[in-house]
């Protein structure tokens, strides 16, 4: 059969794969199927939909999700005179007789998801760049994105902060990062796959958290504590969870961290938390950072190591026509020094992804990072991730936001 012959690496296919993987709205498949079968969803697209996505997933995959997508795929095919699968029928009529209508939206769902993030393929220099040209985050998520599982789904900015340090591997690797409002845990698992020296992710939402740990076992990451690390691989990037409500976080307990970067995607929405929020990264903004002899000459190695590297950097500014003042403003000036530049920086630094939803909280925001005496820029425009999602058409990565927050001090 021409089965052999269906290559799960051509864009269209790989495509098409991964919105399957992602959950992608069924809508979205059915026209990438079309793309893949110029113009009709062929027995030929069908066969590789039955051979790469349906028999592919395990047993955990979300039924309703499939039954949906199938009965699409039936009416699709049927309209336009073609054939179907004898197994597509049969899988679709079991479904029929085993599910209940109604189930696909339940809102207590949650179902197991995987993001592939794709690399093109002029992108095999980066250190992030799989062999594969492929990355899958395997994720537990809700279908609900609100009503008490808010932190339980995937959020766009989450995969907007992903991209961004996928596509610049050298200005997270070997620096502690300290994220916020963590979610299910994307970021932080693209900072361990980018060899961050330490990725501590916090929420203020036990179930998010259990969820979180959740998907750093799934991803194969081990939530250690710092006498396991010394232990079992000294170079080994590790993933802490803790629980950090932004209301009731201690000055002490914050102060116990010094990140060199703090991360945050899609936390400026709820206009009560956001004095507790500006709190929580003034205070871990204004740390100095405690350098033992040590760590000192780990960072000069990491800086050599990093002038090697720049060249990602080089490539990033010509695709995105960046005249310099997008890495400067995340850099702290300090990218002629050769380095990565965060070396240089006086002090940490913030990355906040947000989509702006509504104007008056955000400017709300903005006016207590005034008085906090923070400083915020907007480096979207001037230092943008590649796109490494090309096939989720749900995802609208213009509607998103990247702002640099640091101390008016040190920048
Ligand atoms: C909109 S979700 C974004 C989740 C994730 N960063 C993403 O982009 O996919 C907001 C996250 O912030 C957490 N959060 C909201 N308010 C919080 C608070 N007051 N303290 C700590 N975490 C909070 C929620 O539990 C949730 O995980």
Redesign the pocket.
């Known amino acids: 059969m021409a089965d052999e012959n269906l290559n799960q690496a051509d864009p269209p296919y790989l495509h098409l794969l991964s919105a399957f993987l992602a959950m992608e709205p069924t809508d979205y498949l059915i026209s990438l199927s079309r793309v893949c079968g110029g113009g009709s969803v062929t027995e030929r697209v069908q066969r590789f939909i039955w051979s790469h996505c349906i028999s592919e997933s395990d047993e955990k995959f979300h039924a309703p999700y499939l039954k949906n997508f199938l009965k699409k795929l039936i009416c699709e095919a049927e309209l336009n005179g073609g054939p179907v699968l004898d197994q597509i029928y049969e899988l679709y009529a079991h479904f029929m007789t085993s599910l209940m209508d109604g189930v696909v939206g339940k809102e207590t769902a949650r179902v197991n998801k995987c993001i592939s993030f794709i690399f093109p393929n002029e992108c095999f220099q980066l250190s992030s760049c799989p062999k594969s040209r492929k990355l899958m985050i395997p994720l537990q998520c809700s279908l609900n994105m609100l009503a008490g599982d ?9 995969l907007y ?1 992903s991209e961004f340090i996928l596509s610049f591997p050298e200005l997270f690797s070997n620096k502690s990062c300290f ?6 845990g ?2 932080g698992i693209c900072l361990a796959h980018v060899k961050a020296s330490e990725v501590i992710l ?4 036990m179930s ?1 958290l259990a969820n979180m740990k959740l998907n750093l076992e799934s991803n194969h990451l081990s939530i250690g504590t710092d006498i396991q690390k010394t232990i079992e691989d000294p170079k080994k990037s590790q993933v802490k969870c803790i629980y ?4 009731s976080a201690l000055k002490e307990q914050l102060q116990s961290f010094s990140p060199d970067i703090i991360l ?4 400026i ?2 206009p009560v ?1 956001l004095p ?2 500006v709190r929580v990264l003034d205070t871990l903004l204004n740390q100095t950072k405690p350098y033992s002899k040590e760590q000192n000459e780990n960072r000069e190695a990491s800086s050599l190591e990093n002038t090697c590297t720049s060249d990602n950097l080089k490539d990033a500014k010509q695709r995105n026509g960046d005249n310099g003042n997008g890495l400067e403003a995340f850099l702290g000036k300090s990218e002629r020094n050769g380095a990565s530049g965060l070396e240089s920086r006086k002090g940490p630094l913030a990355l906040i ?1 947000s989509v702006i939803r509504n104007i008056d909280t955000f400017d709300y925001f903005l006016g207590l990072i005034d008085k906090a005496s923070l400083t915020v820029t907007d480096i979207t425009e001037t230092l943008q991730p590649m796109n490494l999602l090309p096939y989720m058409k749900s995802y609208n990565r213009s509607e998103i936001r990247l702002f640099t927050v640091s101390c008016k001090h040190s920048s």
């Open positions: 808010t932190g339980c789904s995937v959020w766009p900015s989450s902060l994220e916020v409002g963590s979610g299910v994307l970021v916090s929420d203020g939402d998010t950090l409500p932004w209301e945050g995607a899609d936390v929405y709820d938390c507790h929020l992804a």
